[in-house]
């Protein structure tokens, strides 16, 4: 079976799928070595890493790049974040995303944002044909941003979402990802109302991956979530190394440097 394949299986379960979100190969080989069955990439991790800032900025072939190095270490599935596929119209982003296709990937994220819904419909009948027609396999997950970036009033966004996420299924999507979608009640009216395996995100207030489970989300990401929490920690090392030069702060539980090693072996 592809990766492909294998990552669409890991959406069939009762319990949600766990994605770590990484932001390079190092990060990635980590989280896998911890057991994650797939990972996921982070874009705004990715965008920190290389000097950008997030939000549609990062050059593709920066993205290329970083997959290739990713790939390279993996064995488990790998679903790569492309935000809106680093193009305005179907026919580039089906483009770029054969170009990470063709690395192997499993699958992708690609959103909707502030774009008009048929765009990104367009954008994902674009990809699925690409991919058929190279004899490939991908999970298409279709991003939402309709509770994220309050895309339409508060009473409606269940709505929204619901409208959305089945002409994306439509267009050939394989999940639906809903970003700050939270509420108990919403996720199961939402669940109710799709085709598609429900993706949340981790955010304070949503429930744990058990209780998700029982209301019907099939998958759950950290987002950039993981990748904060390191460059928070990565700023108090550094400002406390700078003001103080003291050396006992480096040994608050380090990752041994042969464990490390022992990573890329």
């Known amino acids: 079976m592809s990766k492909a ?8 379960h009762s319990t949600p799928l766990l994605l770590p979100n990484a932001w390079d190969a190092g990060s990635a080989r980590l989280i896998e070595a911890q057991g994650a069955s797939a990972i996921a990439t982070t874009s705004a991790g990715f965008a920190w890493s290389l000097g950008y800032p997030d939000g549609r900025l990062l050059p593709f072939d920066e993205v290329v790049a970083s997959v290739r ?15 809106n596929g680093y ?21 992708i994220n690609i959103e909707d944002g502030p774009d008009d819904a048929s765009l ?10 690409a991919v058929a027609k190279a004899g490939l396999d991908l999970f298409v997950n279709a991003r939402s941003d309709v509770f994220l970036a309050s895309l339409v009033e508060k009473a409606k966004q269940p709505h929204e979402a619901i409208a959305r996420g089945n002409l994306y299924a439509s267009a050939g999507a394989d999940g639906l990802f809903l970003p700050a979608l939270v509420q108990p009640s919403d996720i199961e009216a939402i669940v109710g109302a799709i085709r598609l395996p429900l993706n949340v995100m981790a955010l304070p207030g949503l429930a744990d991956a058990a209780t998700l489970g029982q209301l019907g989300v099939r998958r759950l990401s950290a987002g ?42």
């Open 224 to 265: 950039s979530g993981i990748s904060q929490v390191v460059l928070g920690r990565t700023k108090a090392l550094a400002a406390d190394f700078l003001a103080h030069g003291r050396s006992d702060a480096l040994n608050d539980q380090p990752l041994p440097y042969s464990e490390i090693q022992r990573l890329f072996a």
């Open 87 to 107: 193009a305005d119209d179907a026919r580039t982003a089906a483009n770029q995303v054969m170009k990470l296709a063709e690395l192997g990937i499993a699958g």
């Open 120 to 129: 990104l419909a367009a954008k994902i009948d674009a990809i699925k044909n």
């Open 5 to 12: 394949g294998t990552f669409r299986q890991l959406h069939n």
């Open 69 to 83: 190095r990713i790939v390279r270490v993996l064995e488990v599935p790998l679903s790569v974040d492309v935000e």
